[in-house]
């Protein structure tokens, strides 16, 4: 039977949480790649989500917004209901919701014929959001905001991993989401363009950009959030602040985990 649409609330009040997520539960065959995973972000916030390779941690971003559909559990954007056991909203509203969430990919997923400047202008005419000139205005500030304002006429592919990934957040935030959610930015990435990236992350989350981030940048996690989810066989099993998860996680996993993060990135 095909989904109902769901109504939608009205404009979000400011005491909600920018996404709720719980009891959410994904099964690809035999394999539970997510159960009952939960996670509240409030406006401005900065959460990372952590844990070893497997745990699921993809898997739950990617349903924040629906890329994946759970098979039940509940997930709100902005107080807009996106996803109850089975009920979704219809493909108008569902595409509303998303362009409140900026998405960016461990794989940058530029137009390769085009420019950085037009990669970046490109969702916002689609969209219908911005004139021309009004996308390139947008676009040019905010590639002048990632450091890449004098890049904006190169074509993606001469552009170089660091750099295409910052285009890629400069076209996130072309749609002026509440949310930015992102999936592992830096494993494609050299060191020094890892560094390039997260300076632009950091600096974001400084500017209060609410930000969701999957990352095994554990130097990251530790300065940038305001809280850290651990996650460990498709569960949310542990939140708390970064000094608290690092230095005094609760479950016996968690602090294995930390401590083992502490000790490889050279912070304990």
């Known amino acids: ?65 629906l890329l994946a559909v759970p098979d039940r ?32 990919f461990q794989k940058f997923h530029l137009f390769p014929h085009l420019t950085a400047l037009e990669n970046v202008t490109l969702a916002m005419l689609d969209a219908g959001i911005a004139t021309r000139e009004e996308a390139v205005r947008t676009a040019c500030a905010l590639l ?16 170089s991993g660091g750099e295409q990934q910052r285009v890629a957040i ?8 509440t949310a ?7 494993s494609a990435l050299d060191p020094e363009a890892s560094r390039e990236v997260l300076c632009v992350m950091r600096e974001l989350a400084q500017q209060g950009t609410t930000m969701v981030v999957v990352t095994h940048e554990m130097q990251f996690a530790l300065q940038a959030s305001d809280r850290i989810v651990f996650m460990e066989g498709g569960r949310t099993l542990e939140t708390a602040s970064p000094d608290e998860m690092f230095h005094r996680a609760q479950s016996p996993r968690a602090r294995a985990f930390f401590s083992q993060a502490l000790q490889h990135a050279g912070l304990a």
Do not use: W, Y
């Not at 709100?76 to 409140?100: A, C, Q, Y």
């Open 1 to 65: 039977m095909r989904p109902q649409p769901m109504p939608v609330d009205a404009a979000p009040s400011a005491q909600r949480p920018v996404i709720h997520a719980a009891g959410v539960c994904l099964r690809f065959g035999e394999v539970d790649a997510l159960v009952d995973a939960a996670l509240d972000v409030a406006p401005s916030e900065v959460v990372s989500i952590v844990g070893p390779s497997g745990a699921g941690k993809s898997t739950f971003l990617r349903c924040l917004n």
């Open 73 to 104: 559990g509940r997930i709100d954007i902005g107080g807009t209901p996106m996803f109850d056991d089975g009920l979704r909203l219809g493909k108008g509203e569902l595409r509303r919701v998303r362009r409140s969430l900026g998405m960016v």
């Open 144 to 159: 002048d905001r990632v450091g890449l304002r004098k890049r904006a006429l190169q074509p993606a592919p001469a552009l």
């Open 170 to 177: 400069a076209r996130a935030l072309a749609m002026k989401p």
């Open 180 to 186: 930015l959610l992102f999936d592992e930015p830096t």
